[in-house]
C-alpha cells in the first residue's frame, strides 16, 4: 500500500484526513507535532507527506527545510489555514510540491494527492506486455495475440489506470476519479460498462478473465 504521512496537530482535521485517505486505498500515519513528524518520516519513509505550517515542536517550514536539506525528495503537499502570497511563496521555494489553503473540498484534496503521487513515481513504460496483451502508451496501441484491438479513449484511459496500479485493488471512485474526472453523470455503473468492454476486446473468456479481475465490494485488479 502507498504510505502517506499526515503532520497535522488538529486532531479532528487530522483523523478526517486518515480516513478519507484509507477510504482511498492509501497506508496513512499521523504525527501531531513537527518533530515527531520528521522522526516517523527517517524511520518509515512515506510515498507523500501532507504538512501544515502551523505546529507545535517545529513549524512546517521547518520540516521541510529539513526534509530537503537531508536529501529527502518525497513529495509534500502543505495544508494550512495561512494563505498570504508570501507564505505560499516561501513553502514553494523550499521545496514543496503543492500548497492547498484550509477550507478545502476532499474530492480536490485527494486528486491532488493522487497527482503528485503519479508524477513522483516511476515513469510508465513506453511498451508493456501481460499475457497475449501488448501496450504501447506512446501510439495509444494495443494488440492481443499480434492482432490490433480497438480500445475507445476511455477504454484505453481505463486499461491505463489499472495498469499504472497492477496487482493492486483499484476502486470505481479511483477509477471515476481518474478516466472520468467525476463529471456529471458519470457513476460507478459507468465503470462496470467500460470494465465488460475491455474484457470482451482482451479476453479470452470474457465471462472467467484471467487479468481483468473483479475485487467483490471493492473494486478491479489487473492481474498480469
Do not use: C
Amino acid at each position: 500500500m502507498t504510505r502517506v504521512l499526515v503532520i497535522e496537530d488538529n486532531q479532528d482535521l487530522a483523523f478526517g484526513l486518515r480516513n478519507n485517505l484509507e477510504i482511498e486505498g492509501y497506508e496513512v500515519e499521523v504525527a501531531h507535532d513537527g518533530l515527531a513528524g520528521l522522526a516517523r518520516a527517517a524511520e518509515r519513509p512515506p510515498a507523500l507527506v501532507i504538512l501544515d505550517l502551523m505546529l507545535p515542536g517545529a513549524d512546517g517550514f521547518r520540516v521541510l527545510k529539513e526534509l530537503r536539506r537531508r536529501g529527502d525528495s518525497v513529495p509534500v503537499l502543505i495544508l494550512t489555514a495561512r494563505d498570504a502570497e508570501s507564505d505560499k511563496v516561501r513553502g514553494l521555494k523550499l521545496g514543496a510540491d503543492d500548497y492547498v489553503t484550509k477550507p478545502f473540498g476532499v474530492l480536490e484534496l485527494l486528486a491532488r494527492v493522487e497527482a503528485l503521487l503519479r508524477r513522483s513515481g516511476p515513469r510508465p513504460r513506453t511498451l508493456v506486455r501481460f499475457g497475449e496483451i501488448e501496450v504501447d502508451s506512446e501510439t495509444r496501441s494495443v494488440r492481443r495475440a499480434g492482432q490490433e484491438v480497438a480500445l475507445s479513449p476511455k477504454e484505453f484511459e481505463l486499461l491505463l489506470a489499472l495498469w499504472d496500479r497492477q496487482g493492486a485493488i483499484v476502486s470505481r471512485h479511483q477509477l471515476m476519479r481518474q478516466v472520468w474526472g467525476y463529471r456529471d453523470g458519470i457513476s460507478s455503473r459507468t465503470v462496470d460498462t467500460h470494465i465488460a468492454e475491455l474484457r470482451r476486446k482482451l479476453e479470452a473468456q470474457p465471462a472467467r478473465p484471467r487479468h481483468i479481475l473483479t475485487v467483490r465490494k471493492a473494486g478491479y485488479r489487473l492481474e498480469t
